[in-house]
């Protein structure tokens, strides 16, 4: 599995974040990126959020008024199937190393994209942990960080292995 990264994104805090063309990433994040709510988000196993840039093209194309950035994540990425995303899955992201930790579960802050948007991202079976669900990490998929570096837009994203 691998896919580029269309888009690197941070922000003092809260949504949307904002496109930067490189940023260096740390255990705790990308330099630069902060949460509006640290006790919820944030943190060695979410130190990164990455959706995927087909998920935020098909809300888009539903009407909902999203780009990349809006939806929180950091990286935003093409060429990877959010469908066959697991925790454990380890990647290579430019000069760094992510393991992918859990499903994003989306916040009422997304709101501001529509009522509904929620719902066009996440369900029961994806909160269960089904993996069958069409749903499955379309709301994103935190990562920590096993091996720190810098990342740039346009970078390769590459699947290594699966942590054990």
């Known amino acids: 599995m691998t896919g580029t990264i269309v888009q690197l994104n941070i922000s003092p805090g809260g949504i949307p974040k904002r496109p930067v063309p490189e940023a260096m990433l740390t255990p705790l994040g990308l330099e630069g990126d902060s949460w509006a709510h640290p006790d919820i988000h944030g943190g060695?196993?979410?130190?990164?959020?990455?959706i995927c840039a087909e998920v935020v093209e098909e809300l888009r194309?539903?009407?909902?008024?999203?780009?990349?950035?809006?939806?929180?994540?950091?990286?935003?990425v093409r060429g990877l199937?959010?469908?066959?995303?697991?925790?454990g899955q380890r990647f290579r992201a430019g000069a760094a190393v992510i393991?992918?930790?859990?499903?994003?579960t989306p916040c009422d802050r997304l709101d501001v994209?529509?009522?509904?948007?929620?719902?066009?991202?996440f369900d029961?079976?994806?909160k269960r942990g089904d993996t069958r669900s069409p749903l499955w990490a379309r709301s994103g998929m935190y990562a920590s960080v096993v091996q720190p570096g810098m990342?740039?837009?346009?970078?390769?994203?590459?699947?290594?292995?699966?942590a054990v």
């Open 44 to 50: 060695p196993l979410q130190a990164v959020l990455l």
């Open 99 to 104: 393991e992918l930790t859990s499903i994003r």
């Open 81 to 87: 199937d959010h469908r066959q995303l697991r925790s």
């Open 113 to 121: 994209y529509g009522a509904s948007v929620k719902a066009a991202l």
């Open 151 to 162: 990342v740039r837009a346009n970078d390769v994203i590459a699947l290594l292995d699966v």
């Open 124 to 126: 029961k079976a994806v």
């Open 61 to 76: 194309a539903a009407g909902y008024p999203v780009f990349f950035g809006a939806l929180g994540e950091n990286f935003t």
